[in-house]
């Protein structure tokens, strides 16, 4: 299993660190346009890897793409972070033509890879590449919702004080500070719905604190978060490796599922060897239903920016 990150950066260096202390890849290939910078990191991770015990060989790579030949699994997070105060669509001038030039340039040389975006604004930069590959629907996901679904259940354990494992929940709709929808009428404490133990109002809190998670961080580090981020896509890319039919809520290409088309958004999916092998229609509530319509054209407003 070869694996591809572009942008050896924070988001992008973190995720091969927690890909390669999995030891589930015989190759991670880190590239990055700053010369020197994925030499650096891949070499600087390698010396880890008898600290850690891993066996996967990290590789460095200045924008040579032949290094990134044969990928099973490409990862972009190319392109420039907010700052405090900025939301994510305010990157969208930047960033579209950044992973439209890497998405093209890694297809190259990997005609057969899943592609697993994370650029910002992500809903709509996922749409970028499906729009501009034309690969088959299943190969282009967006990471947004395994990253939010994990904020979630940490504000929830915080509410209930109980440990994070013990919490399940999802978050849906758009990667933005609005458009996320959480489904606090489905998460649960060891089965038990949450709303037993939580009022509505600090549930709403909860739901808001999610919203606004990587607003939070970006205020406390001056720029958006890497850690979780990091370890979103590498047990996105780790359900594809292993083909383990995992449930993680991504940003998928929809043709008519909750109604909606033509945009990418958050929806859960099952990954596994085949990509995003089946988006997940669960019954929402006439207000769950309202919400992600309303996330669905904020999304949409943002695609319309685009140019193909
Ligand atoms: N989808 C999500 O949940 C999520 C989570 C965190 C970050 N992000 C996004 O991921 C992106 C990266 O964040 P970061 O914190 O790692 O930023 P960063 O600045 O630390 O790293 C980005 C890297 O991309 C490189 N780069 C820029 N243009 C390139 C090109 N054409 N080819 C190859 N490399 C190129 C830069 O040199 C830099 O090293 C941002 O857009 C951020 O908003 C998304
Ligand atoms: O908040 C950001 O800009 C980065 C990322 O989308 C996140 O949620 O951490």
Redesign the pocket.
């Known amino acids: 299993m070869k694996v591809t990150i572009v942008g050896a950066g924070a ?1 992008g260096a973190s995720c091969a660190e927690y890909i390669a202390i999995k030891n589930f890849a015989s190759e991670i290939v880190l590239v990055d346009i700053k010369e020197g910078v994925a030499e650096g990191k891949a070499m600087d991770l390698m010396q880890t890897a008898t600290l850690n015990g891993f066996d996967s060989k990290i590789v460095g790579s200045t924008n040579d793409y032949s290094k990134t030949a044969g990928s099973d699994v490409v990862v972009i997070t190319s392109g420039i ?2 700052k405090p105060g ?1 939301t ?1 669509e305010e ?1 969208i001038g930047i960033n579209a033509g950044i992973v439209k030039e890497v998405s093209g340039n890694l297809i190259k040389h990997s005609p057969d890879a899943i592609i697993i975006v994370v650029s ?1 604004p ?1 809903d709509s930069m996922t749409y970028l590449v499906h729009k501009t590959t034309g690969l088959a629907k299943n190969r282009i996901i967006g990471m ?1 919702g395994a ?2 679904s994990a ?1 979630f259940k940490f504000r929830l354990s915080e509410a209930l004080e109980c440990p994070p494992s013990d919490v399940d929940g999802m978050v849906i709709g758009g ?1 933005s ?1 609005t458009g996320m929808v959480p489904l606090t009428r489905l998460a649960t404490r060891n089965s038990i719905p949450v709303t037993a133990f939580l009022s509505e109002e600090r549930l709403n809190q909860v739901s808001e604190d999610t919203k606004v ?3 939070t ?2 205020k406390l580090l001056g720029t ?3 850690y ?2 990091g370890a979103a896509v590498s047990a996105m890319v780790q359900a594809i490796a292993c083909d383990q039919k995992k449930m993680f809520p991504c940003s998928a290409l929809l043709d008519g599922e909750y109604g909606l088309n033509d945009l990418c958004i958050g929806v859960p999916a099952i990954l596994g060897k085949g990509g995003l092998e089946r988006i997940v229609e669960i019954e929402l509530t006439d207000a769950e239903k309202a919400k992600i319509k309303e996330s669905a054209e904020g999304v949409k407003k943002t695609n319309d920016l685009l140019t193909f």
Do not use: E
Request: zero cysteines; a positive charge; proline letters at 8%.
């Open positions: 988001v972070p907010r900025m994510r990157l910002n992500m947004g990253l939010d904020r990667h500070d998670g990587g607003a961080l970006t958006s978060a890497w979780a981020p």
